[in-house]
């Protein structure tokens, strides 16, 4: 492999090097993904799941018995009382406006408590009643509290920010593409803990995606009414082709099934085509998959950091999520590291990623993404505004030596474009 680099022979020593150093946390890592396959297990013993589970229903898809089944292990695995796992959640935007939809009524309000919430969720929240069918425009209002200069919650703000409109909490578990911290589940429980001392007749909602599986426990374990995620990131472990999910207390999710079908079928119907025996069995690879991906993040982390560059987070930093961020320093290095990613993609590897104009984003984009599922995060890409401080976001791998290959090729794509020297190792 490293012969076929420009510069393969100092790569190879720099890379040995950080394998020996990462172990104690790689290790850690494949503790946790043992952990959780343990609990895929026997949440799947209990439930039964059986060959026929695997096959799926048509048409209305009444007493889907694999469905019906596969949401009472996820139930389980999130420690809830219900789950709604479906293909027809059409991504992790989808399956969070439905449970918005679902719980609030005109007249209440939502509030963030995590800072701004992930850029697709804008057009859901809405500004004015424009006929769009946002939730402004139903006359639910909406504020956000903005995190402190340190990330964490500005409490003070949130407490003058209550009214008797208020019923929803909004908190976002991963840091997104934003440059602030990921909330961890015991961060997540003491939150929740003081919304609840303030105003125990708040529910609180939970924005899952890129957090499954990475730590022992998930949000509806830290007492979150309700939360949401998507089948094509942690839990659909690779295998899901599409669809979302949403877990936590019954009232809540059977409202949030209304509002995804119709109100008198909500959870009872929906046809899940040939799906299950992907679901089934994503699900069971999810928390080994999952441990792949981070410990990809770790390398990548250690490996960066070694050669001068910030990275969040940090190798050795707790995480709670699978996204990891390199600040390359310059436009050049940013464009030759996503080049270097696409190239080493299972699919498309012969495309040539260019930055460019992105609804929704002020500056130009570079996006790496080679994937089998169009768009799923779980498998390796990479990508990033083209602004200072030219920071790639890298997320996802569905197996660790790949997303090796891949960030050595970016590395190799850095130094024979010229954006990085490896000779004389300087802080960027
Ligand atoms: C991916 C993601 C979403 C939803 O994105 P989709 O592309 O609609 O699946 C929402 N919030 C966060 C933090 C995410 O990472």
């Known amino acids: 492999m490293y012969k076929h680099l420009s510069h393969g022979f100092r790569i190879k020593q720099i890379v040995t090097e950080i394998e020996q150093k990462i172990v104690p946390v790689i290790r850690k890592i494949e503790e946790q993904a043992e952990y959780g396959q343990w609990k895929v297990l026997d949440f799947f013993r209990k439930h039964g799941v059986s060959e026929h589970h695997l096959q799926s229903s048509t048409g209305y898809g009444y007493d889907d018995l694999g469905r019906d089944t596969l949401e009472k292990v996820f139930a389980d695995l999130f420690g809830a009382e219900m789950a709604l796992v479906r293909p027809n959640i059409i991504s992790g935007t989808h399956a969070i406006a439905a449970c918005l939809y679902g719980i609030l009524r005109p007249g209440d ?68 593409y934003s440059a602030r911290p990921s909330f961890t589940i015991s961060q997540i429980k003491e939150i929740i803990n003081h919304i609840r001392a303030i105003r125990p007749d708040l529910l609180v909602f939970v924005d899952n995606c890129y957090g499954e599986f990475v730590e022992a426990e998930e949000p509806t374990h830290a007492g979150a009414d309700i939360i949401a995620g998507s089948l094509i990131k942690n839990p659909g472990g690779g295998l899901a082709k599409s669809g979302g999910y949403i877990t936590g207390k019954a009232k809540w999710v059977k409202r949030a099934a209304s509002r995804l079908v119709a109100p008198g079928i909500g959870l009872e119907g929906g046809a899940t085509y040939g799906y299950l025996r992907d679901f089934f069995q994503g699900l069971f690879l999810a928390p080994h998959v999952v441990g792949e991906a981070l410990k990809g993040a770790v390398f990548t982390s250690a490996l960066l950091e070694e050669l001068g560059f910030d990275t969040s987070p940090g190798w050795q930093e707790k995480r709670t999520d699978i996204i990891q ?26 495309i040539s990623p260019v ?35 030219y920071i790639a976001y890298l997320q996802g791998g569905l197996t660790y030596s790949h997303v090796k290959i891949a960030v050595i090729q970016a590395l190799d794509q850095m130094i024979s474009t010229g954006s990085l020297s490896i000779t004389t190792p300087e802080k960027h």
Request: a negative charge.
């Open 325 to 350: 961020q390199i600040h390359l320093g310059s436009p050049e290095r940013l464009v030759a590291f996503c080049q270097g990613i696409q190239s080493a993609s299972p699919v498309d590897a012969h």
């Open 109 to 176: 309000e939502l509030i963030y408590l995590t800072g701004k919430p992930y850029d697709t969720l804008q057009q859901v929240i809405g500004s004015g009643q424009d006929g769009s069918g946002s939730l402004a425009d139903y006359n639910i209002s909406y504020q956000e509290v903005p995190l402190t200069p340190e990330g964490s919650i500005n409490w003070p703000r949130f407490e003058q920010a209550l009214t008797h409109r208020t019923r929803l909490i909004g908190i976002q578990r991963s840091r997104g």
């Open 355 to 389: 930055p460019a104009a992105m609804p929704g984003y002020e500056d130009p984009v570079i996006m790496a993404a080679g994937t089998f599922v169009q768009g799923a995060s779980i498998e390796l890409s990479a990508d990033g505004p083209i602004r200072p401080p």
